[in-house]
């Protein structure tokens, strides 16, 4: 039997089953169809079967499903860019504890899922989270939070600030 998805006013509530990279199913509301443009063209597709997310695994949907609940599948506007006040007072509460559980590598998992999904307010909330953990921070603290080895040795680095001494400031704040 068809059935027709309506995401507004109208909603006529579901499941299905979106299928991770190891092939475990994850049972999704159709609601979630909301976030994202592409997710509701494909929900409308398969509305009666299983969504292949081949890409990513249980756990990296699982987040997603979880952030898009907090919101009941309907976000709010994102943040005007660059940020004016501080991240965690643009969201809310409980927004910013899930996002602070998360490990560096969980964070940009997230964000590779988000993206993959389009699903702009969740990526664009993610990119201003992240731009947060930087702030405040040296370039050497913020490499070794994040494991980034430095492209340039100390030689190459000397040589850069020889021929723009502005950017000893950028370099070293």
């Known amino acids: 039997m068809e059935q027709d998805i309506l995401l507004s006013d109208g909603d006529i509530a579901g499941n299905i089953n979106f299928i991770s990279a190891e092939g475990a199913k994850i049972p999704v509301s159709t609601k979630i169809g909301r ?30 499903v979880k952030y898009c609940n907090i919101f009941a599948y309907q976000f709010p506007e994102p943040p005007s860019q660059p940020l004016t006040r ?3 007072d643009i969201v809310t509460a409980e927004e910013w504890a899930f996002l602070n559980k998360l490990s560096i590598e969980e964070l940009c998992e997230f964000a590779d899922i ?27 603290l913020i490499r070794a939070e994040w494991e980034i080895e430095p492209e340039l040795d100390e030689e190459m680095m000397d040589e850069i600030k020889k021929k723009f001494p502005w950017a000893d400031q950028i370099i070293e704040s």
């Open 114 to 140: 988000a993206d993959y999904l389009d699903i702009n307010y969740l990526v664009k909330i993610l990119c201003a989270f992240t731009a947060s953990l930087f702030q405040g921070k040296n370039i050497d």
């Open 86 to 88: 501080k991240f965690q």
């Open 35 to 64: 976030c994202s443009e592409f997710l509701l063209e494909i929900i409308n597709e398969y509305h009666e079967g299983s969504i292949p997310i081949p890409f990513f695994t249980k756990h990296q949907i699982k987040l997603v």
